[in-house]
């Protein structure tokens, strides 16, 4: 009888996966972190029972998460990443021209567990020059950073354990403080499906400080339900004013496969029934 992982979303609900090999399953200070093989996404990171990434779909979440704040800040150069321990979120920001990538991650097993068992997600991003990786808590680090950034970009897991302060509006008020003029801000914010409460509580934090937010609706297929959210926070700029062609011209050449100009406008602009949670 085959072993089957259930990630539960919401209330009685759950998406399963059929286990066929385990690679690593080990209990750091921070969460349970296991990698294991699986017929329709590969090889995945879970992280106590959560689905974080996988080597099939990762690309939709890295893509979406990375590119819109980075095309939305005129010229980023210095950019800072809370979590995103499987490097996948670094990879993609180092397709641009930035000359600096900060990047704090509290449990140092996730950054070993994936370069040693997916190491196509994070690729030669941590050996990247422009690239200081820190093991530490992000919600101290930004609280008493003194560099400015022009991206921060929040790639954490869903609010328990250290993740907690990474979602609350003290930290919102930090990363405000820590970006320039045209400063940009993304964070992971949720399911519209059910975790609309959690969305709305990021909106309203991010809102008391910025005075853009927008959230973006994407598609993780690995992940319950599928749908999910980034909320995008600018001190300046709107996504909303981004034309499609512009999007197009500068992501040329960076082999995206879910970024595009039409995307970023879909992503911005949810169907009817998500209306009132994404915009709300
Ligand atoms: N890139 C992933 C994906 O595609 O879904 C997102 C999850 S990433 C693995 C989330 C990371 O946030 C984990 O590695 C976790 O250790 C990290 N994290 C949680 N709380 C943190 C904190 N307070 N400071 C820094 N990193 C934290």
Known sequence: MADWLWDHGGEGF????RVDEVFLDAQSP????????????????????AVQTSEADEFCYHEMLAHPPL????????????????????????KHPVERVVMVEIDRLVVDATLRHIPEIPG??????????RIEDGFAYVR?????FDVALVDSTDPQG??????????????????????????????????ADLVSQVRRHLRTHFPVVRTLLTC????????????????????????????????????????TGLQHRAALNPPPF?????EG
């Open 71 to 94: 095309l939305t800040h005129p010229q980023p150069r210095r950019v800072l990443i809370i979590g995103g321990g499987d490097g996948g979120l670094l990879e993609e920001v180092l």
């Open 124 to 133: 030669r991003a941590f050996d990247d020059p422009r690239t200081e990786l």
């Open 14 to 17: 759950a998406q399963a996966y």
């Open 274 to 278: 998500l209306r009132s949670v994404l």
């Open 144 to 148: 008493d950073c003194q560099e400015r």
């Open 30 to 49: 921070y969460q349970r972190v296991r990698v294991i093989r699986t017929p329709m996404f590969g090889r995945m990171l879970i992280l106590d029972d």
């Open 162 to 195: 250290p993740s907690v302060p990474l979602f609350g509006e003290a930290f919102y008020g930090d990363l405000f403080r820590l970006l320039g003029d045209d400063g940009v801000l993304a964070v992971q914010s949720g399911s519209p499906l059910y975790q």
């Open 220 to 259: 993780v297929p690995s992940y319950p339900g599928v749908l999910w959210t980034f909320t995008l926070a600018s001190k300046r700029a709107d996504p909303l004013d981004l034309p499609p062609e512009a999007v197009d011209r500068r992501v040329a050449g960076m082999g995206l496969r879910y970024y």
